[in-house]
């Protein structure tokens, strides 16, 4: 009887450790979940996962993309387009203002870089071009190097049906930062 009293004991000890492992799981799975942008409510574990390996990747890509820019700036080069801002010995950029737009899901990402004099009525400008082409301005960040401010504003649409139309964004955002403008 004895045995038979042990047995079930390791048994209960089983079933506590697998109801433990079972909920382990469970909290990792939500917390997978609270990390990645627009959560499915109802998806099932590998949708989740695949979601997770999507974002990572393009988070990676992000990452890369802006240790590349933050190369050519620091580099002595800046490429926009058709423009190649360059430096001086000292390492001041002898140039005007770059400005780079990408769209990142549904946010649209604006870089801006120009220098200390101006700079508010730039980015006055910049911001007003947004709200005109119905973007809200989501946050703005800056950095001081030397004599340049970094801008990053980022903004979704007012409306998620009607969308940001990032090529007229980007036209009209380059117009403003052009050397004929300046």
Do not use: W
Not at 39 to 54: C, F, I, N, Y
């Amino acid at each position: 009887m004895p045995r038979r009293h042990g047995r079930n004991l390791t048994q209960i000890d089983r079933n506590a450790s697998e109801r433990e492992r079972r909920r382990s799981i469970r909290d990792f799975y939500f917390r997978l979940a609270s990390l990645i942008p627009t959560p499915s409510p109802k998806g099932s574990l590998p949708e989740l996962v695949d979601r997770a390996t999507t974002h990572i990747k393009q988070m990676k890509e992000r990452v890369e993309m802006l240790k590349q820019r933050k190369q050519q700036i620091l580099g002595g080069h800046i490429s926009n387009g058709d423009e190649v801002v360059s430096t001086g010995g000292s390492g001041s950029i002898i140039s005007s203002s770059v400005i780079t737009v990408s769209h990142l899901d549904s946010m649209l990402e604006v870089c801006l870089t120009c220098g200390l004099t101006d700079n508010f009525i730039l980015i006055c400008q910049v911001i007003h071009v947004l709200i005109e082409e119905a973007a809200r301005v989501v946050s703005l960040n800056y950095s001081i190097m030397g004599d340049r401010i970094f801008y990053t504003i980022h903004a979704e649409p007012v409306s998620s049906r009607i969308g940001i139309e990032t090529s007229r964004v980007e036209e009209r955002l380059k117009e403003l930062v052009s050397p004929t403008s300046c």
